[in-house]
């Protein structure tokens, strides 16, 4: 099936995200009983509600998008070319922007998207926060009602798992036993929050998502059987 797909006609993304606020105190207190509330499944007794907070990215109802970075494959004279730029600022902006380009540029119907468990987190995730702003939600991510054949996402750990359920991978295994060049160099996620709150180093974590998107799309390439793209067919726009 995957083979049958046009590499054209997908948009690759990946997002970062961070806790609303730098620290749980900034909140409301309104806003920290609910986090408490939220949190205490996961955080049982190990973690105050305070303690846990430098987590609260990974929810879209206490977190927020920093970057959202996009990729899409050319095919020109038996040339590919993979573009790869990054929506950044505030994030009511980079939402509109992100949300401009799929109106304007991926909206067909045999048009995807594709992230590395986004159908558990990128998707959904854009989704609740652009409602959240109370901008228009994209139909590339308008999920009601839609049947599972319907809904137009590819997500390359659902792919992996070829029907194991129970299975998670993460990118940077994935691209490791695929012999694919690591995306993790220089941070991973779990220090994203420090990185752009405590560093105030937007820059590299905006590098940080460039290259998840980059392995993603050659994760594609691979499981199609495909070439990996070389560094001279990837450019930053």
Known sequence: ???KINPEHILFLDIETVPQEKHFKNLSSEKQKLWEEKSKYQRKEEFTAEEFYDRAG??????KIICISVAYLKYRDDKRILRVTTFQGP?????RDFSHLLETHFYKQHHLLCAHNGKEFDFPYIARRILIHNL????KL???GRKPWEVPHLDTLELWKFGDYK???SLKLLTNVLGIPSPKEDIDGSEVRDVYYIDNQLGRIINYCERDVIAIAQVILKLRQEDLLTEAEIVTV
């Open 1 to 3: 099936m995957l083979r």
């Open 58 to 63: 990974i929810w879209a109802e206490f977190g």
């Open 91 to 95: 994030e009511e902006k980079l939402l």
């Open 136 to 139: 228009p939600l994209p139909e």
């Open 142 to 144: 308008n999920m009601f």
């Open 167 to 169: 299975h998670y991978t």
